[in-house]
């Protein structure tokens, strides 16, 4: 015979996973005596002598912290004590043991987190770890818990940010250097990086508040106004070495830039001097 099971109601879209998990729980429970072809997942914690930890709310917890989520961490984490605490009277060695296999997440987050980040904030994270001393109180020791899973979003948000630092500021050079190549475009560009199209479209749009074919674009007009104010170099020289093989191209986009074509340009700059 079919049997269904059901978790607690979602709230959003992020408890979705959550309540799948309750309900594979549930399912669980077919082996505790039940003529019910509907299982809720309410109805079976009392009858459930564990504590509530499953594999892929931990899965998820870590992953969480490594995105750098704090708000998600945190409201995660709430939803686990509650579970645990509020509904379910977990006995003394159930409790103690869902602390140590809290605090065993906690290891193995820290240890992947310490294998590419720099010597100090290794350190710090040892430090936190040491802080957590499991012969308190329950509720100190959950706090404890969420103040450092707080610090290991501030951890890795703050690697996040230099990588992107360093990533934009060596897109921006690449593209300082090679906007005179009329093939530079997005795809160029993210395959030097080693990263998609659409994320390099994303990532640029997202660090530089630019669109990056309007960014390489500005880059290169620049660079021809400074080369009109030589009146020795012809224009189709410069609309070659502003990255563009068609001079009628070159026009088109001077124009649409400056409202005028790039040789009434040089005229008012050098004749008029505006």
Not at 35 to 41: L, R, T, Y
Not at 82 to 97: M, P, R, V, Y
Not at 133 to 140: A, G, I, R, V, Y
Not at 228 to 238: A, T, V
């Amino acid at each position: 015979r079919a049997i269904f099971a059901i978790g607690e109601e979602c709230a959003d879209l992020m408890d979705i996973s959550y309540s799948y998990s309750q309900a594979k729980i549930a399912l669980d429970s077919i082996f505790i005596k039940n003529e019910s072809k509907i299982i809720w997942f309410n109805d079976i914690t009392n009858k459930i002598a564990s504590y509530y930890y499953p594999i892929d709310i931990e899965i998820r917890l870590m992953r969480l912290v490594k995105m750098g989520e704090e708000n998600e961490v945190l409201r995660l984490l709430n939803n686990i004590y509650l579970h645990n605490f509020s509904s379910n009277h977990l006995s003394q060695s159930e409790t103690k043991q869902f602390i140590y296999e809290m605090r065993g997440t906690l290891v193995k987050l820290c240890t992947d987190l310490m294998k590419d980040i720099e010597e100090q904030s290794k350190e710090n994270i040892f430090d936190m770890l040491n802080t957590l001393d499991m012969s308190w109180p329950l509720n100190k020791i959950y706090n404890n818990m969420c103040h450092i899973y707080k610090n290991l979003c501030s951890i890795v948000n703050e690697r996040k940010k230099s990588h992107n630092d360093k990533l934009i500021a060596s897109i921006i050079n690449y593209i300082e250097k090679n906007y005179d190549n009329p093939d530079l475009c997005l795809n160029v560009i993210a395959s030097h990086f080693g990263i998609s199209d659409k994320y390099l479209s994303d990532f640029f749009k997202e660090q530089t508040g630019e669109n990056f074919s309007s960014y390489v674009e500005k880059i290169r007009m620049n660079h021809a106004l400074e080369l009109l104010k030589d009146e020795s170099l012809s224009i189709g020289y410069i609309a070659k070495k502003s990255g563009y093989n068609s001079t009628n191209t070159f026009y088109k986009v001077f124009k649409r830039n400056f409202g005028v074509s790039p040789g009434a340009y040089r005229y008012n700059y050098n004749t008029l001097g505006v």
